[in-house]
């Protein structure tokens, strides 16, 4: 069984999550998170290959509605 990183609270969260830390944080699939990630108003951002978002941007995310987000069809 992998090692999972606990993340108990915002102060244990780095300053720039991954898409694993995404899945993490809200209960989600890979494959969901990815599709999160890839959506118009997220605010991921690319580095080289891999795929970031800001801590503070993402909570910001979550507190603006990310509800209609997660719920609207493609």
Known sequence: ???KKRLNSYEDLPLVLDVADI???MGIS???AYE???TPSFP???RGR???V???AFFEWMAKGSENVL???K
């Open 1 to 3: 069984m992998n090692d």
């Open 23 to 25: 899945q993490r944080i």
């Open 30 to 32: 890979r494959a969901s």
């Open 36 to 38: 999160l990630v890839h």
């Open 44 to 46: 991921a951002f690319r």
């Open 50 to 52: 891999l795929i970031k």
């Open 54 to 56: 800001s801590k503070i």
């Open 71 to 73: 719920r609207s069809d």
